[in-house]
């Protein structure tokens, strides 16, 4: 029963250019809808969050858009650079019961220089 | 400490045997998540504690899996009986009580040979 479906799976960007990535949840009942980044041989990191209250949030060249009726958030990363080579996982924070993250499969992204 | 510290970083085991993954949280950290990532997926959530809290097991793919967590320090999660398919990276991650940003460590790659 997957709650989390996020794409794509992989993206090859061109240095310079605009990276988007999408998640899309099944249950309602999350709070919290973070990214994470993960590089080879490493644990995942926080990059960006957003509460459901928002719509969008920037940071840098970072930015989440959420779209809470269609249960979808999205991060977008402007400017790409080489060094924005990683995997990406969406992984919203469930209320039911306890606090549990929902990591989405991960989008491989690769930004070409 | 500086972060999160997981131990050994690599384990080979022949199947059948037990295994012991051992996790330090960030000092002071309450909540301590498991996490199994196999080759080139997302995270898959194993195991949730927080504070004196009875922990969240309901991602324990069997009952060869537990977890054990002493007050808010160490955690161990024990593979009895491994299988060839235990083979992945457990990452653990930790947070403060009220904070809902996760903190990782760089995860224990295990293979079951």
């Known amino acids: 029963q997957q709650q989390v479906k996020q794409s794509p799976q992989s993206l090859i960007v061109q240095k310079g250019g605009i990276s988007i990535i999408n998640c899309a949840y099944e249950n309602t009942a999350f709070d919290y809808f973070p990214w994470y980044q993960q590089f080879p041989g490493k644990g995942p990191a926080l990059l960006i969050a957003i509460r459901p209250d928002v719509s969008e949030k920037k940071e840098g060249r970072f930015t989440i858009s959420f779209n809470k009726s269609a249960k979808q958030f999205s991060l977008h990363i402007m400017d790409s650079q080489p060094g924005d080579s990683a995997t990406y996982f969406c992984?919203?924070?469930?209320?039911?019961?306890?606090?549990?993250?929902?990591f989405g499969t991960g989008t491989r992204l690769k930004v070409l220089a | 400490g500086a972060g999160v510290s997981q131990s050994p970083s690599n384990k080979v085991t022949e199947k059948g045997k037990d295994v012991e993954l051992r996790c330090d949280p960030i000092?002071?950290?309450?909540?301590l998540y498991w996490y199994r990532q196999r080759l080139g997926q997302g995270l898959e959530f194993l195991i949730y504690?927080?504070?004196?809290?009875?922990?969240?097991k309901s991602g324990l793919p069997s009952d060869r899996f537990s977890a054990e967590r002493t007050g808010e320090s160490v955690s161990t999660l024990t593979i009895q009986r491994t299988q060839q398919e235990d083979s992945a990276v457990y990452l653990c991650?930790?947070?403060?009580?009220?904070?809902?940003?996760?903190?990782f460590g760089s995860g224990t790659q295990l293979s079951v040979l």
């Open positions: 992984a919203p924070r469930a209320t039911s019961g306890t606090y549990k993250y929902i």
């Open positions: 504690f927080q504070g004196n809290s009875a922990p969240d």
């Open positions: 000092s002071g950290h309450t909540a």
């Open positions: 991650a930790s947070s403060l009580a009220k904070e809902k940003k996760l903190f």
